[in-house]
């Protein structure tokens, strides 16, 4: 069954820009992970690739340089620590091994130990049969995936070929058996990303598993619930993930890395980030390292920030808004996005609070969620406190993409309602079948 979303105006300013190497910031705050914590101290040197965490996931140093404490921030989803490094001039690698894995268990163990989130994503769906490359940015302004197929096809195509091979063999078992593994690879592009589909029709051309899919841009293509269902045609639940059924999706830039790191032993310590809005003087597309605060990504293009009314780290559906320049790039932020007049109605999630009106009833919201929910009822029971309402009503299968607050004319802030909502039943005591 086919899914359908909202579409957006696209406003790809960046589409057609290269990649610019960001110099290296004056100092960087590298994020640690909850649940871990850093494995240096203040007043130690040290080299881009060296690790700087304890626990269950990997963080490498972005720059070199000296370690000048290690900080408390207040981000947008709470309080984390990060590892702050003053860059120094000579910029030196460390002496990195690469990686080797014979297997499904030893490659997984590499991919998470590079610090990469496809390492992650690898474990959850270890026993996948299809591949899907998530080259859909529904989202607008995003072109940072879009840049890495035209840039990187050839360490694409190396990356598929990696994980289709070591995807399907087993330490645990004998020589002559084999797991299914990966079977079979589509390559998801927005149908009106035509060079981007040209370059990846050249990384299908030397795998021979692999298909390139091209799919309406409309929002949120690139959502499991969408994607899995638009490109495999297996059903799938809000309640799923992509691993439930068997899928294995991953964006172009990680499986790109996967490439990279095999053949270097550099782990994930820099992305691509688009840096666009309406007061950035040069939209453009950096690869910075990661832990860069965003006022100097926002320098580098230009930006002026003083009239800002409205920053986000990610795109502007689903992406987290800030107030603080001074926060960090983490290793799954795409974007900085930074807006001084708020859009109208219709135009998105920048909204004026105070012309917020009073629902009308127009049913505009149930028909734009891809997950078949019904926000504007889910509002009236969070208001109320109705939690039988809410157990019927379900908001928990909300997956966040932020088309609901986009097409209501009323201008409410239904996605912070569904969230506050799936908190409420949350706590209500779990989930139904």
């Not at 105006?9 to 990649?19: A, G, I, P, Q, W």
């Not at 032993?265 to 597309?285: A, N, Q, S, Y």
């Not at 009314?309 to 790039?329: A, C, H, Q, Y």
């Not at 983490?330 to 012309?355: C, H, N, Q, R």
Request: with cysteine.
């Amino acid at each position: 069954m086919k899914i359908r979303g909202i579409f957006l105006d696209r406003e790809k300013n960046t589409d057609r820009s290269l990649t610019i190497v960001l110099p290296t910031p004056e100092r960087v705050a590298v994020p640690i992970p909850a649940g871990c914590k850093a494995s240096v101290k203040m007043g130690q040197w040290v080299l881009r690739g060296n690790s700087i965490c304890e626990g269950e996931k990997a963080v490498h140093a972005s720059v070199s340089g000296k370690v000048e404490e290690i900080k408390t921030i207040e981000g947008p989803d709470g309080s984390y620590e990060a590892v702050v490094i003053k860059a120094d001039e000579n910029q030196k690698d460390a002496a990195v091994r690469v990686p080797r894995a014979e297997d499904r268990e030893s490659f997984i163990a590499a991919v998470k130990a590079s610090g990469c989130p496809a390492g992650d994503k690898l474990e959850r769906a270890k026993d996948a049969d299809v591949l899907i490359i998530n080259g859909i940015e529904s989202e607008q302004y995003l072109t940072a995936e879009n840049r890495c197929m035209l840039d990187d096809g050839d360490l694409i195509s190396a990356g598929i070929a990696l994980i289709e091979k070591l995807m399907g063999i087993s330490s645990g078992l004998a020589v002559t058996e084999k797991l299914t593994g990966i079977e079979k690879t589509y390559i998801a592009v927005a149908s009106d990303c035509t060079e981007a589909f040209a370059a990846m029709e050249k990384v299908a051309a030397k795998a021979p598993k692999t298909t390139v899919v091209k799919l309406r841009c409309d929002h949120p293509g690139g959502s499991d619930l969408m994607l899995v269902s638009n490109v495999t045609d297996r059903n799938i639940k809000p309640t799923e993930t992509a691993a439930d059924k068997k899928v294995l999706v991953l964006l172009p830039s990680e499986v790109a890395f996967i490439a990279s790191y095999f053949e270097t032993g550099m782990p994930f310590v820099e992305r691509r980030v688009t840096v666009d809005g309406d007061l950035v003087k040069t939209p453009c597309i950096m690869k910075a390292p990661i832990g860069t605060p965003l006022s100097a990504l926002l320098a580098y293009a230009d930006a002026n920030t003083d009239p800002a009314e409205k920053l986000i780290i990610g795109g502007m559906m689903t992406g987290k808004s800030v107030t603080d320049l001074e926060l960090p790039i983490g290793a799954e932020d795409s974007a900085v996005l930074i807006f001084m007049k708020p859009i109208d109605s219709g135009k998105g999630t920048l909204k004026v609070s105070e012309k917020t009106t009073n629902c009308i009833k127009c049913g505009r919201c149930a028909q734009a969620c891809p997950a078949k929910l019904m926000p504007m009822r889910i509002e009236k029971a969070l208001r109320k406190r109705n939690s039988a309402a809410l157990k019927r009503l379900r908001p928990d299968l909300c997956i966040g993409c932020g088309s609901c607050t986009y097409v209501c004319p009323a201008k409410r802030e239904l996605n912070e309602v569904m969230r506050q909502a799936a908190e409420v039943f949350g706590g209500m005591g779990g989930e139904q079948s």
